[in-house]
């Protein structure tokens, strides 16, 4: 594969040459512009010409073909330079401008190598954002698509997991309890209670109910048994046998 030659391409590399960078001012900017270790001049311009006769540049208006102007400048630190083919004394058609800022020397990009490299920009980030985002993408034929975020599973590991509060019972055996608890008090009353937390408890007085005397109870044993002893009601006696007449 054969090498790719700079000169094809001068919007990527920039020149400059120290010793000149103190004395640069408009009059000489020219000829700074104009040395032979920098690649954005052309050799087979007119300013060589004129340079190598020691013509003054005002010939450059007398001839044609391309030339190097000084377009604009901006003392100490900013001189621009126009390269262009002129045709005749009074119609030159630009080709490229050149920057010096600070002594270095840059190629201004055109219109259309903005534009392309604006767009080109614009669709290697489309482009890596498509490619990180199928590489988050996971397929499986009982599944089918899902997105699977290695963020997503630091964020799981570091993130302290939370307990689910578990109840201690349920209403269910929260209601059993308490009436199984409200039968056990009724049998068996407590004998202290507890005013207040911390205090002493103090004992319960048991009403005790009286027991019957022991006559009455006699005298309600014997009234069932006289009762059962009471003569029974006197039967009819069997009807009388009349003779038959005969």
């Not at 900017?29 to 040395?35: A, I, M, N, P, R």
């Not at 996971?138 to 307990?163: I, L």
Request: aromatic fraction near 10%; glycine fraction near 4%.
């Amino acid at each position: 594969m054969a090498a790719v030659d700079f000169r094809d391409n001068l919007l990527g590399i920039s020149w400059v040459d120290s010793g000149w960078v103190p004395i640069l001012n408009p009059g000489n900017v020219l000829d700074y512009f104009s040395e032979r270790s920098n690649p954005f001049y052309d050799r087979t311009c007119n300013n060589e010409v004129v340079k190598m006769q020691r013509l003054s540049l005002e010939h450059l208006n007398q001839m044609v073909g391309v030339e190097y102007i000084l377009l604009h400048a901006q003392e100490p630190i900013l001189y621009i330079i126009r390269k262009q083919q002129r045709t005749s004394p009074t119609q030159e058609i630009p080709l490229s401008d050149y920057y010096i800022i600070a002594g270095v020397v840059y190629q201004a990009p055109d219109l259309g190598t903005v534009i392309s490299s604006r767009a080109l920009s614009a669709v290697h980030g489309i482009q890596s954002a498509f490619d990180e985002a199928m590489s988050y993408c996971r397929y499986h034929p009982s599944k089918g698509y899902w997105w699977h975020f290695k963020d997503q599973e630091e964020r799981d590991k570091t993130k302290p997991k939370s307990k689910k509060k578990e109840e201690a019972s349920s209403l269910f055996q929260r209601q059993r309890v308490d009436t199984l608890l409200l039968d056990l008090r009724s049998k068996f009353p407590p004998t202290f209670y507890q005013p207040k937390p911390g205090e002493k408890p103090i004992p319960v007085e048991v009403k005790k109910e009286p027991e019957p005397p022991t006559e009455t109870v006699k005298q309600e044993e014997r009234e069932p048994a006289s009762k059962s002893s009471a003569p029974a009601p006197p039967s009819k006696p069997p009807p009388e046998k009349r003779a038959r007449l005969q």
